[in-house]
Structure formats: C-alpha cells, structure tokens
C-alpha cells in the first residue's frame, strides 16, 4: 500500500465515521470520536485490502482505498459506539 492509498484510506475512514454517526446517532461519539474512530478504521480497513491483493491498477486501488477506508471507518465507529454504550449503562 503506498501513501497515497493510505491517505485516501484514512480520509474515506474519517468520512465513513461521521456518517456512521450521523446514521446511527445514539452510538455516535461526537466529531472528534467519529473521527478519530473512522480514522482507525480506514487504516485497518486499507491494510486488509492490501493484504487480500486487492488493486487492479491505479484507479482500482484508489477506488478500493476509498470503499475500504469508507466501510472500516464507519464500522470502527459503530463498534466503538456499542462498547461505550454497553460500559455506560
């Protein structure tokens, strides 16, 4: 994975994660939380993208970060909000 990709990656998270928390608003985490959460889940969602071999050229692997830093980002959110929700109660 090149630092392009990664960087896409980690910006899809970051999206992701909002989106995540705007969608399913009492797991949400804030901004900040949202955030940092899609973030964490961009990277991971680019590594295991990248370990799999996935890519197809420049504009599938730009594609692939996308998607795959989009989707790890908002489940990254969504998982975490469930572990603060459950540890608040």
Known sequence: ???????????????????AGGVFKTLSLGLTGNSLAGILG????GQALSALGAGGGDMGAIAGALVSGGAGGGAVM???GLIRRMLVK
């Open 78 to 80: 969504i998982v975490l």
């Open 42 to 45: 961009g990277g991971l969602g």
């Open 1 to 19: 994975m090149d630092r392009m990709e990664l960087i896409l990656g980690l910006i899809a998270g970051a999206v992701g994660g909002n989106v």
